[in-house]
């Protein structure tokens, strides 16, 4: 069967690695402009457009799905299916109707929970147990389309949404992959999403994920590690931000006595902060202006005193 992919970030290497090793033809590859990131602002090719590239793959880079150039340049590829991992824009109709078997969706949620742009993130958050993948046929409202296959995968309590992210793309790149066999042989039709148990997960944003330690621990923990590793859960300390990368929640007992909201305690290899209810241990820190970096080195070198706490 012809396709063309279209993907844009790590996410979606799986999936596009494991169709250029499958019985597939991929003809095309669809991805976001370059575009400029890090202190230099430099122009970056997105993951995908880099692994077709060395593929030897053509890669579609339009500003808008609706640009006429690239409309007719997708016509004329003559694609079966369109498989999309995390693309990033918005599919017009007239886009959607060019290949004859339809845009083939893999979303990381069991949908109709977490439709949206962060499904990952707000189901770590949430405190879901298990979370997992789906195909679906797309159309122009928001992952609301007939479900061709489900993979399931248990969150685990360490879990950050880069962790699980990442088991779910080696996983959805396999169930994408028997999506579009079967669609082929024929041997597969979707079926209508439930209207019960509908969620959403919209981006999150930089202040969406300000830590208030004057929450339950087991909250703020779950909104660490789903904000990890971006945009970040952050905190203050000495007026400057702090991310939390990691954290775990904490045993307390005499040794290690229950601490108030935001109040912070040092050993010389765990930190520790409270919250309601419980203590957190901070695992991986990223102050201002610096890279993530171990939290004990950090509180070594910035040398914490009997009192200070985070978060003002």
Same mark, same amino acid.
């Given at each position: 069967?012809?396709?063309?992919?279209?993907?844009?970030?790590? /996410?979606?290497?799986?999936?596009?690695?494991?169709?250029?090793?499958?019985?597939?033809?991929?003809?095309?590859? #669809?991805?976001?402009?370059?575009?400029?990131? *890090?202190? *230099?602002?430099?122009? +970056?090719?997105?993951?995908?457009?880099?692994?077709?590239?060395? /593929? *030897?793959?053509?890669?579609?880079?339009?500003?808008?799905?609706?640009?006429?150039?690239?409309?007719?340049?997708?016509?004329?590829?003559?694609?079966?299916?369109?498989? =999309?991992?995390?693309?990033?824009? &918005?599919?017009?109709?007239? =886009?959607?109707?060019?290949?004859?078997?339809?845009? #083939?969706?893999?979303? +990381?949620?069991?949908?109709?929970?977490?439709?949206?742009?962060?499904?990952?993130?707000? /189901?770590?958050?949430?405190?879901?147990?298990?979370?997992?993948?789906?195909?679906?046929?797309? @159309?122009?409202?928001?992952?609301?389309?007939?479900?061709?296959?489900?993979?399931? @995968?248990?969150?685990?309590?360490?879990?950050?949404?880069?962790?699980?992210?990442?088991?779910?793309?080696?996983? *959805?790149?396999?169930? &994408?992959?028997?999506? &579009?066999?079967?669609?082929?042989?024929?041997?597969?039709?979707? =079926?209508?999403?439930?209207?019960?148990?509908?969620?959403?997960?919209?981006?999150?944003?930089?202040?969406?994920?300000? !830590?208030?330690?004057?929450?339950?621990? +087991? /909250?703020?923990?779950?909104? #660490?590690?789903?904000?990890?590793?971006?945009?970040?859960?952050?905190?203050?300390?000495?007026?400057?931000?702090?991310?939390?990368?990691?954290?775990?929640?904490?045993?307390?007992?005499?040794?290690?006595?229950?601490?108030?909201?935001?109040?912070?305690?040092?050993?010389?290899?765990?930190? +520790?902060?409270?919250?309601?209810?419980?203590?957190?241990?901070?695992?991986?820190?990223?102050?201002?202006?610096?890279?993530?970096?171990?939290?004990?080195?950090?509180?070594?070198?910035?040398? !914490?005193?009997?009192? @200070?706490?985070?978060?003002?």
């Amino acid at each position: 069967m012809r396709v063309v992919f279209a993907g844009t970030p790590e /996410a979606a290497v799986p999936s596009l690695s494991a169709l250029l090793d499958s019985a597939h033809d991929v003809v095309g590859v #669809i991805t976001r402009p370059d575009a400029r990131s *890090g202190r *230099g602002r430099k122009t +970056f090719a997105s993951p995908v457009r880099r692994v077709a590239e060395d /593929a *030897g793959v053509e890669v579609l880079t339009p500003t808008k799905p609706s640009d006429p150039e690239f409309v007719a340049r997708l016509r004329e590829l003559a694609p079966d299916a369109c498989p =999309v991992v995390a693309y990033g824009a &918005l599919i017009p109709r007239d =886009v959607l109707d060019v290949p004859r078997l339809g845009w #083939i969706n893999l979303h +990381f949620s069991l949908l109709p929970a977490w439709r949206g742009a962060a499904p990952v993130q707000h /189901a770590l958050m949430a405190g879901d147990d298990v979370t997992g993948a789906s195909t679906f046929l797309l @159309e122009e409202g928001l992952d609301t389309g007939p479900v061709f296959g489900t993979m399931t @995968e248990a969150v685990r309590a360490t879990d950050t949404a880069g962790d699980l992210l990442e088991r779910l793309a080696e996983g *959805g790149a396999s169930l &994408l992959v028997k999506t &579009l066999d079967a669609l082929e042989a024929g041997e597969i039709t979707p =079926v209508a999403q439930s209207a019960d148990g509908v969620s959403l997960a919209p981006k999150i944003l930089v202040e969406d994920v300000q !830590i208030d330690w004057k929450s339950p621990a +087991f /909250a703020v923990d779950r909104r #660490i590690r789903g904000a990890s590793p971006a945009p970040g859960a952050w905190t203050t300390f000495r007026g400057e931000r702090l991310k939390v990368l990691r954290s775990t929640l904490a045993v307390t007992d005499e040794a290690n006595p229950p601490l108030a909201a935001g109040a912070l305690r040092a050993t010389k290899k765990q930190v +520790f902060v409270g919250a309601v209810g419980g203590t957190l241990e901070l695992l991986e820190v990223q102050p201002q202006g610096k890279k993530g970096m171990v939290a004990a080195d950090w509180a070594r070198g910035v040398r !914490i005193e009997e009192g @200070e706490r985070l978060g003002g």
